[in-house]
């Protein structure tokens, strides 16, 4: 197995070539072995039931049919739209992360069968574009009656090279076999010969390519991919719009090419698009150190978690155009809140905290992680949302809202994207930065860390997180070693519900965290949200972590106008909604005035093992004559937001009314 890269989520990394890189280096995920409870069902799950049903719809929906017409340059392009190819790449990038950690030699061969499809498709120069391959006359309506002449709006043709690009890799690193990467770079070079400063210049519509050519760069030391990545980004801006147009399309900022990137400061248009960019700035500002980059994707986090941040972490609240709203836009009856924005989000985020080593990188991650990105997908792995919504009211389900899960979509780049996340969240888990470990996730396990050199750190987390704050951590050293332990201490456990403020806990405070060496009380200084323990570790050293978890009303800025008079509950880093099943069919007439008491219990026997609260509340019952109005007080049951629509279509709301003054009474 292939050992060279960084992390399968950023790039496929050291190289043996010298490079300056992001200062803290990631502990692959093929050096964790997940235990735990919570993601170790999730990972298989994804392993036996997705992944192959990702597959089968791939083809069955004509996904790898285009493939095959391609390569024989007859026949119609047979699904919707340009960037189908994707869902393949996607799928085998996925794929190819679980054969790194669980061998399977059907699916390895499967791989291969699907990749010569694929090679037989690529013409002899390199492109490969099964939208305009299989009649070149009459390629699909986005692409444009020549090569690239559309890239800058719909066509997509740099936006499947880029997902080319990290499925290769992805598939390189776990196999060792260069038949996609040989198809891949085929690709890149052509690219090469295309575009660049005295050549073709374009700003890629859809982004990604950025990413992908930074992978294939840390893969083969090829500069020339790291300089087009950088020459695609500092596209944006030069294109001729119409700069005085309100109109996202006209001015381009729904591309995120309105003004140059170093230039940018509010996040804006399309946010799959835009989270694929920051993250794209990210990787070429730490391997070039370009500090202008650097502040800009600085500002645009700031904005983006301050203003345009949803509570379950989701982002782009507009259904038109899947995009960013206004700063504090952040309606909830018609939220958007792409599951591929959620994960985009998450790839950028660890981006920002490889760059910085501040834990409010990770926080964000982490309510986005357990909240509004595994939200996306079903517990039986097979069914999905492609957005997710902040409330669903029977009698206002809105046309961009789902309120039942679907087995795929026409466009399904959400379910692909969710194939290539899971298998990878154990990369998250651990970080190093010269003699310190950080320790990100908690997730039950066992991690060997490298120091440099040949000195080695093997830990083992034992837990029962997200529903306990109780984490042991074994620390295992052949001898003696001098080191850094970095514990996040997560911002729901400092009193802080999201960096920026744009959201808090009511009444403020936290209860102590503890920690422990040993079994005696340590007092570590907390630097950038980390706990810092610096020690000669031993043989058999343990570490114990309290984080107390009550629950904690939470609400929002005075500037989210949606929120105003309402409060949500949060225990630990999960978020919860009621849902219909719980609450006798309706949630959206219930009160939380966040004055009484409540109660929780695990339950195993409730959507794969959840923790249930119970909130005293009121509900707010109209008459049978539609004028008599009364209250009642009521348990309101709650569950985590990530596990509604598992039981059926029905009411389902996060964020509660604290008084009858702001119900809305729509139905009976």
């Known amino acids: 197995m292939k050992t060279l890269f960084l992390s399968i989520l950023i790039g496929a990394g050291l190289p043996a070539f010298s490079q300056q890189d992001y200062p803290i280096r990631p502990v692959l995920f093929t050096q964790v072995t997940v235990t735990d409870q919570f993601w170790l069902p999730r990972i298989e799950t994804n392993r036996t039931v997705t992944i192959p049903a990702s597959f089968d719809r791939c083809q069955t929906t004509g996904r790898v049919h285009n493939f095959e017409m391609a390569a024989l340059r007859q026949g119609k392009f047979c699904t919707v739209y340009p960037f189908d190819d994707t869902d393949i790449y996607k799928t085998i990038e996925g794929a190819s992360y679980s054969l790194a950690v669980h061998p399977d030699a059907v699916l390895a061969k499967y791989l291969d069968s699907l990749i010569a499809i694929v090679g037989k498709a690529q013409e002899p120069d390199g492109y490969l574009y099964t939208a305009r391959t299989i009649d070149p006359a009459h390629p699909h309506e986005w692409s444009g009656p020549e090569r690239w002449v559309k890239e800058h709006e719909l066509s997509h043709e740099l936006y499947n090279s880029g997902h080319l690009f990290e499925a290769a ?103 799959v698009r835009a989270m694929y960019l920051y993250s794209g700035m990210a990787d070429v500002a730490a391997l070039t150190g370009d500090s202008a980059y650097i502040h800009a994707v600085d500002r645009l986090w700031e904005n983006m978690v301050a203003k345009k941040l949803y509570l379950h972490g989701g982002i782009g609240a507009i259904p038109d155009g899947e995009r960013f709203g206004d700063n504090y836009e952040l309606p909830n009856l018609t939220t958007y809140a792409e599951t591929c924005a959620a994960i985009g989000s998450v790839y950028w985020n660890y981006r920002m905290f490889l760059l910085h080593g501040d834990a409010k990188y990770m926080d964000v991650l982490e309510r986005t992680l357990y909240n509004g990105l595994i939200s996306g997908v079903g517990l039986d792995g097979k069914s999905f949302f492609y957005t997710n919504a902040m409330q669903i009211t029977a009698g206002k389900v809105f046309p961009a809202q789902e309120p039942a899960r679907a087995g795929w979509f026409t466009c399904s780049c959400c379910p692909t994207n969710m194939v290539r996340l899971l298998p990878s969240v154990p990369g998250y888990m651990y970080a190093v930065r010269d003699r310190n470990v950080y320790v990100n996730l908690y997730i039950s396990g066992k991690a060997e860390v490298g120091l440099g050199g040949k000195e080695k750190v093997r830990l083992e987390q034992q ?206």
């Open 169 to 271: 890799v992805a598939h390189y690193n776990a196999t060792g076999e260069r038949n996609l990467l040989n198809i891949a770079l085929k690709n890149a070079d052509l690219l090469v010969s295309v575009f660049g400063p005295d050549k073709r210049h374009v700003a890629p519509g859809h982004e990604i390519v950025e990413m992908g050519l930074v992978k294939l760069y840390r893969v083969t030391g090829k500069k020339e991919y790291l300089d087009l990545a950088k020459f695609f980004i500092d596209q944006r801006g030069e294109r001729q719009y119409d700069k005085t147009s309100k109109d996202e399309w006209k001015n381009g900022s729904y591309w995120q090419a309105n003004e140059p990137v170093t230039e940018q400061d509010e996040v804006e248009g399309h946010a």
């Open 463 to 668: 837990s029962n997180y997200p529903w306990e704050g109780d984490v042991k951590l074994g620390v295992d050293v052949a001898k003696p070693t001098a080191f850094g332990l970095l514990l996040r201490i997560p911002g729901w456990a400092r009193g802080e519900a999201v960096p920026g403020g744009l959201y808090s806990f009511v009444g403020g405070g936290s209860q102590p965290v503890v920690i422990k060496v040993n079994g005696k009380v340590v007092e570590a200084s907390v630097q950038n949200g980390y706990a810092v323990i610096s020690r000669t570790w031993k043989k058999n050293d343990q570490v114990e972590l309290v984080l107390p978890m009550p629950l904690r009303m939470v609400r929002a800025s005075d500037s989210v106008k949606e929120d105003h008079g309402k409060v949500a509950l949060q225990r630990g880093p999960i978020l919860y909604c009621a849902e219909w099943a719980d609450n006798g069919g309706r949630t959206s007439n219930v009160i939380i005035p966040g004055t009484g008491e409540y109660s929780e219990k695990f339950r195993q026997d409730v959507l794969n093992g959840i923790v249930m609260v119970d909130v005293e509340g009121i509900r707010v019952v109209v008459g049978e004559n539609g004028l008599d109005v009364s209250t009642r007080k009521e348990a309101i049951h709650a569950i985590p937001y990530y596990s509604w629509a598992n039981r059926g279509k029905g009411e389902m709301n996060i964020w509660f009314p604290a008084k009858v003054a702001d119900v809305e009474l729509l139905t009976k």
